[in-house]
């Protein structure tokens, strides 16, 4: 098999955990696969390189920042070369540049356009171990560019998909995709596979292991990717097309979203295009809207209530405060003691009663729920924040996920 | 005026000392002159990175290495751009790649074959302050290459003579070129000018600035080097071609070398070729030998007595132990504890008396010439090591160097 094994900063942390990375790609060689891999900077070095750069200037031009810290994965891949050679491999480390990453020119959160994989299928055909420095690319220009947080997974995925390879390796400290936060749920279960959808919508629960960014572009590049982690050798979770996964489960997973707040809207006038107008004002002033619900009073006017983002809640209540000004609406209030829970599963598509059975188990645990939102392959409840456990643990239980 | 300005490792060693290579390169600018700043990585990243990779292999591959170290030089390029930016000016950081520097693919110890100054001429139009990492080139194959000790140096000489500059000014811990070490002579004054070829021959006076290889750039390109120091506003030493100083002094300075033995063989036979039989062993095994005089014996063989590096003497030993062995040789002797004592001028050329004056002074003060040298703009004297500071002052005296 051809396959890409990218390792985070902890992962690369110290030269003693090098050596271990070493040591596991040299297993994947001697067991006869051909194996590129994608390391990032050792962990603290680029916040250090960070630091350095606002010491001087409270704003370094972005280009700047990109030739400073793309240093650190530099750094890195040479190291692992040098480590893998030592061992009686032939490793050769690439820069962004050298591994054909060509980007926008949009500095320190560049979008990869293409890869030109010349130098990676002549690398692997004369039998080496590629080791590319990961998060950065080289723009049209010829500048030197970053891909943002989360830059070397995007740049392990868009490898493998460049090389077509077999596999994608996301090694951290995390050995997978659980079913759900095993700190809420201990007999949460590790999950084997799970399709490109079901986890971009259980992102909560992946999201400290991989950006929805990397599921995205492995969906769209055809990838296989399996997260695992770099200390020890237990198996991680493949995540691919839908097509691939045979036994499909009713729910995979429960995913839970404390970062959320509603807003209610009272005595919306009811006139056309009025939740137009708040819903595209909000949205220029980048407030993101999640779930949305509307009710008609007795009097003909509407309430609206919606869902944001804590972090968007004051940018929220500006806007709203100017249509309460121009007479528009009557009243807002908000409440941010609230969460969302969510099932997730691509067997739902065939199966009917999944969403009644969640409705039930709230129902059976007293838990009220406040708004609902459906897609093909999810359900999504708003309930009280201090149910937010409970209704966790009761789901997994009502989908028998321990199983 | 168009000026190059290089800062070491000591000049950029931590980040206040980035502040205030900032603020120098921030006053040249204002005063008007166009800047390309080179910079080394700051003093320790280096060692700390060829620490790293000796962590790995004894023997790491020097195109790795050449990866691995060129990060250093790359970061502190962004971090002075960055700190000029703050301070209102446009600077922009190239590395060697950016700033069109092509080598050949000796790794770790690559030569500059040619400087496409494209990017530099079209960065300086637009008024930019460009902010190259030293150190470093790109190989034909599109590799990163280093240019090994004093790399900075030559990076500056070389874009100075490719960007046509005015001026090529070297900042390092020391204020510029002297008449002879202060540390033994406290009289030595520094110099305001002297000629390339008197720098090379006083290359001991200058090692710690400036390394040979860069003074013979300089010469080649027809650079106006200066050499300066980043700690105070003392003028330095320009070095510059002999055309360029009008009043050429009859002795710049005088060159202490402690670090050369003497081989003496005895009974050499007389037999045609010898001599070249003996210095072409000893080149064969890269022993380099300084000064030679052979003398004919009563019985008409010859005693042969040559100088060479204290570090190659036990090489030299070894080869003359094979001539012992044929019988082409009766007898050898070694004395470390000299030293040879240079004067060099390029007023030599035009006067006479020179040499003279220097063994007057010698014998004034009793001290015995055991072998002598002389060029056009040098005569090198080899005395017992113990006079070594007593020959030097009296000699700085007689040619009145402290005047």
Chains 1, 2 share one sequence.
């Not at 909560?204 to 050798?233: C, I, P, Y």
Request: hydrophobic fraction near 40%; charged fraction near 25%; proline fraction near 1%.
């Amino acid at each position: 098999m051809l396959i890409v094994q990218k390792f985070g900063g902890t992962s690369v942390g110290d030269l003693e955990r090098i050596q271990n990375v070493a040591n596991r790609v040299s297993e994947t060689k001697k067991a006869g696969h051909d194996v590129v891999v994608v390391v990032s900077a050792m962990s603290g070095e680029t916040n250090k390189l960070v630091a350095y750069a606002e010491h001087f200037s409270a704003d370094p031009e972005r280009s700047e920042m990109d030739m400073l810290l793309s240093s650190g994965e530099r750094v890195t891949a040479s190291l692992l070369a040098i480590a893998l050679n030592a061992m009686g491999h032939s490793a050769v480390s690439m820069s962004g540049r050298k591994a054909g990453i060509v980007t926008d020119n949009l500095h320190t959160k560049a979008r990869i356009e293409e890869i030109d994989p010349t130098a990676m299928h002549k690398a692997i055909k004369e039998g080496k171990i590629i080791v590319v420095a990961g998060f950065q690319g080289v723009s049209l220009d010829g500048n030197v560019t970053t891909l943002g947080r989360g830059g070397s997974d995007l740049s392990a995925v868009a490898i493998a998909g460049a090389i077509k390879a077999d596999l994608c390796e996301i090694y951290t400290d995390v050995s997978g995709i659980y079913t759900t936060d095993p700190r809420i749920e201990p007999k949460a279960k590790k999950l084997d596979k799970i399709s490109y959808d079901e986890m971009l919508e259980l992102a909560s629960l992946g999201a400290k292991v991989l950006q929805n960014r990397s599921v995205e572009l492995a969906k769209k590049l055809n990838v296989n990717l399996v997260t695992r982690t770099s200390f020890s050798n237990e198996e991680g979770t493949l995540i691919t097309k839908e097509e691939n996964i045979m036994e499909k489960p009713l729910v995979s997973g429960i995913a839970l979203d404390k970062n959320q707040a509603r807003v209610s809207l009272f005595g919306v006038k009811d006139r056309t295009g009025i939740a137009s107008d708040i819903f595209n004002k909000l949205a220029q002033n980048n407030v993101n809207i999640d779930m949305i619900i509307q009710n008609v009073a007795h009097d003909g006017s509407a309430n609206i209530d919606f869902t944001v983002p804590v972090g968007d809640l004051s940018d929220a209540k500006k806007v709203v405060a100017e249509f309460i000004e121009s007479g528009d609406i009557t009243e807002q209030s908000y409440d941010e003691k609230i969460c969302k829970v969510s099932i997730v599963g691509v067997g739902m598509k065939s199966h009917t009663g999944v969403a009644a059975k969640a409705f039930t188990t709230m129902a059976n645990e007293n838990i009220n729920i406040t708004m609902i939102s459906t897609s093909e392959i999810k359900v999504s409840m708003v309930i009280a924040e201090k149910y937010a456990e409970l209704a966790v643990r009761s789901l997994h239980d009502a989908y028998e996920l321990d199983k």
